[in-house]
């Protein structure tokens, strides 16, 4: 077909939403209705030939008791579809009353296969007839699609001396125009458009990237294509053009098999319908869809492998509800998502308000791995999965996944708004699990941010695009794999860093007063609460347990009736708030209140023995304190040791450091860098380790190229002002970044000074030009 015939059927169709649809349905609708009756006429004008056929068929199958009809029908229609309904849409175009033909309308719809049935509920198309019945819309919608002025059948409409009037349409055309109606609504819903539709020309160029740099190594075969986010499945048809025409280019014949999911249920339609409008009946059953198919949480093709993928993902799109439904973080199992790496399972589980990586770690799990030729993946991402995500989170993890399994080819940044619903940065992420000796081992970046033709118009925020220039600029740079302004190389360990933890020294001071010993009267609750049960039992919240029990149910029902007082209030409010039932349910135990008591008897007991003067060295303090209840015969838990002592002390940089361990002689080395360190105990040398101060800690990326690791690191960067840290290996986390600004900043070039000096002359002389022809004026 040629364009000029192309062009007419699409404005035809066009504008019978304007001429039907008009008032009856907001602007934004009219998709809703048009497209899934472009697609019920294409495809009753190929069941037309063969409707007697099937009708025949079925009764013959109805007679014989046969349920599984399936196979025989599409062989009597002679598709990948059919239509078991006595009517067709040419017997529908006049009835005596609109309820008969919405009635024999349905009965027609009914009769169309599963395929399509499937396609007519994720259109939502029989919630409309209702409406456009009762505006006595849905005959003349009929009679529109069924104009004589087009010609939507494969077979040709003659003149009455058989010369052709309307070419007929083969499936290509019908693809493309469906393709054509599908951009033209989403350029009015400019909102949406994003969502599921990928501008060509950035679809061009990620199905080059993935195809070209091998396209002499395509041999004659089948190969199997998968978006796991397809929308309307343009990137699939595009990349399926783009395989054909290269395996052609060289002399190669290739068979191509697409698979996609989709969950929005609308754009699922358009996909499946495009596949069974093009003739594609095989293709269309591999497109699975609609509300309930979320490729995170419910995967389609969970044993099956691609040679290539590509896809748009959305972003910064909460995936809450997929978690949840895989079980949270704890509890998901999924393969996908749950990876065993170098002989540690990894978790590329993300952060639940942005799931983008996840469908790229979903490809990645896909990926062939026997074939010559390997798996490519081209996958469209916003900046987040470069660098969102520390070491040991999902979003690193999935990074640190892909690097150290040598898959990240290249990584392209694109021009800003490039894309219909979004301005923000954008990169396309290229894979291969088969790369060729050159670029094994390395990764590389290309910023073709500044090659785009600008558009003379905007398309929602689209207001560039990539010409065949720019798409071959990319290309040189990437077959170039040089070093230039705009590509860089690296290997694949320089994106990578180890986090470590930085400790420095408890450091204490420890006193045992009064006030610090009345607090562990309550030490199992909570302080707030503590402050309003004190103001109104006064020292009968240390001595009686029966009054405290009573006044703390009593303010706990206040509580829950929202009736708290009005006596310190913000305390009140303070108690009030994070009061879970498992906290309300230990206040009332007596058992908590025993054990605050048993601290306070263990405390005063202390105080008795040692006194309440400051200890410097909360080592000796500690010493003492454990030799005194020993000697008393008091025995407390370690935890309850512990939660004495701090109650008694706190933090003092000119303490000595806190030992935690002593290593016998000869037992441990030692080793400043990991803490361990040489002391004097009892005028012995020893080797301890120190208790580290929380509020101390702090974290170092050391990279993984660093030459002499961690220690070369702590030594230069951290020691020369922190003498006494050191860092705690078990806490070391492995993470993957990537910073383009990093690699491709341009400074701004500064001026020269008396460049900025004839600047602020010029000022001066234009100020003094204009104060004299105000006094000038001001004087007249």
Known sequence: MDQAAHNKIVSFIWGIADDVLRDLFVRGKYRDVILPMFVLRRLDAVLEPTKKQVLETKAILDQAGITEQRAALCKASDQAFYNTSKFSLRDLKSRGSQQQLKADFEDYLDGFS????????????????????????????????????????????LNGDGSVKHPGMDNHSMGTVFEELVRRFNEENNEEAGEHWTPRDAVRLMTTLMFRPIADRVKAGSYLLYDCACGTGGMLTVAEETLQKLAATHKQKVVTHLYGQEINPETYAICKADMLLKGEGENADHIVGGAEWSTLSHDAFPAQEFDFMLANPPYGKSWKKDLEAMGGKDGMRDPRFKVMHRGEELSLVTRSSDGQLLFLANMASKMNHKSKLGSRIAEVHNGSSLFTGDAGSGESNIRRWLFENDWVEAIIALPLKLFYNTGIATYVWVLSNKKNEQRKGKVQLIDATQWFKPLRKNLGEKSCELSDEDLQRVMAAYDAFAETEQSKTFANEAFGYRKVTVERPLRLHSQLTTKAIEALRFA?????????????????????????????????????????????????????????????????????????????????????????????????????????????????????????????????????????????????????VRGRFEATIDSKRCIVEYEPDSELRDSEQVPLLEEGGIETFLKREVLPYTPDAWV?????????????????????????????????????????????GLIKRGAA
């Open 114 to 157: 599963q395929n399509v049935q499937d396609i007519l509920t994720n259109f939502e198309f029989r919630n409309v007839l209702a409406r456009l019945s009762k505006s006595d819309a849905l005959g003349t919608l009929i009679e529109k699609f069924l104009d004589p002025e087009i010609n939507l059948s494969p077979n040709s409409v």
């Open 728 to 772: 705690d290996e078990d806490k070391t986390q492995i993470g993957y970044e990537i910073s383009f600004a990093r690699h491709f900043y341009r400074p701004t070039k500064l001026r020269k000074l008396d460049e900025i000096g004839t600047e602020l002359l010029a000022a001066q002389h234009e100020a003094e030009g204009l104060l004299a």
């Open 524 to 672: 199992s609750g909570d302080e707030d609460i503590r402050s309003v049960l004190y103001d109104e039992l006064g020292d009968a919240l240390f001595d009686d347990f029966a009054k405290v029990k009573a006044t703390l149910e009593k303010r706990l029902d206040e509580w829950d009736a929202g009736d708290g007082g009005d006596e310190d209030e913000g305390d009140e409010e303070a108690a009030k708030k994070g009061l879970s039932e498992k906290k309300k349910k230990k206040l009332l135990e007596p058992k908590t209140w025993d054990r605050d008591g048993r601290l306070v008897e263990a405390a005063m007991k202390l105080k008795k023995a040692l006194g309440d003067g400051v200890f410097a060295d909360h080592n000796e303090f500690r010493r003492r304190v454990g030799d005194v209840l020993d000697n008393a015969g008091f025995k407390l838990g370690s935890a309850d040791l512990k939660q004495l002592l701090r109650a008694v002390s706190w933090r003092d940089e000119s303490a000595p450091p806190v030992i935690a361990k002593v290593h016998k002689p000869g037992k441990a080395t030692s080793d400043p």
